[in-house]
T-cell receptor
Framework: SAVISQKPSRDICQRGTSLTIQCQVD?????MFWYRQQPGQSLTLIAT?????????ESGFVIDKFPISRPNLTFSTLTVSNMSPEDSSIYLC???????????FGPGTRLTVT | AQRVTQPEKLLSVFKGAPVELKCNYS??????LFWYVQYSRQRLQLLLR??SRESIKGFTADLNKGETSFHLKKPFAQEEDSAMYYC???????????????FGQGTILTVHP
């Protein structure tokens, strides 16, 4: 397993602004993922962030809206740009570092856009 | 495309009763199935994975490829089992997992005393 932390744990932001969420892992991992959980909804994958390559975005998510950085094997950031109230969600990072699909999740960042 | 369906959004049972949380999937390749659980005010955590065929906290889940199901079962529910349960699917190519997960909508299990 791994210890995963996220900053901030929560934030309230005004529409039109941007927020960068940090994800830190206590061990080196190749694959990191960012998910969104909208109110009352399940988790939806935003993108896969592998170190040394561009993030791979899922259908419905674009780099201009959700730019991701992965500077090393223990850290990643997700930026939510030009926010609107519809971006109010919990954002979670996860890591996957064995040959099976199981993942370990961070505590999440609860974002409210007013 | 891959899809996970959990038909029950809410499930209530009494302590000591059997419980079954249903999960059906759609995937054309070789699936990996998982159950994740989120207790109140805790982060999402892995409960079971089909490949290990283990029992965790009294829960078991068997992958039925013919029925494309991965139902979670426990013969005697406990109050501490009350939580949100998610079924999730990933795929594999050769010996490597794709990693990314598709989640079902989740089932809120409430175990009454």
């Amino acid at each position: 397993s791994a210890v995963i932390s996220q900053k901030p744990s929560r934030d309230i932001c005004q529409r039109g602004t941007s927020l960068t969420i940090q994800c830190q892992v206590d061990s080196q991992v190749t694959m990191m993922f960012w998910y969104r959980q909208q109110p009352g909804q399940s988790l939806t994958l935003i993108a896969t962030a592998n170190q040394g390559s561009e993030a791979t975005y899922e259908s419905g998510f674009v780099i201009d809206k959700f730019p991701i950085s992965r500077p090393n094997l223990t850290f990643s950031t997700l930026t939510v740009s030009n926010m609107s109230p519809e971006d109010s969600s919990i954002y979670l990072c996860s890591v996957h570092f064995n040959t099976w699909g199981e993942q370990y999740f961070g505590p999440g960042t609860r974002l409210t856009v007013t | 495309a891959q899809r996970v369906t959990q038909p029950e959004k809410l499930l209530s049972v009494f302590k000591g009763a059997p419980v079954e949380l249903k999960c059906n999937y759609s995937y054309s390749g070789s699936p990996e199935l998982f159950w994740y659980v989120q207790y109140s005010r805790q982060r999402l955590q892995l409960l079971l994975r089909h490949i290990s065929r283990e029992s965790i906290k009294g829960f078991t889940a068997d992958l039925n490829k013919g029925e494309t199901s991965f139902h979670l079962k426990k013969p005697f529910a406990q109050e501490e089992d009350s939580a949100m349960y998610y079924c999730a699917l990933s795929g594999r190519a050769g010996g490597t997992s794709y990693g990314k997960l598709t989640f079902g909508q989740g089932t809120i299990l409430t175990v009454h005393p």
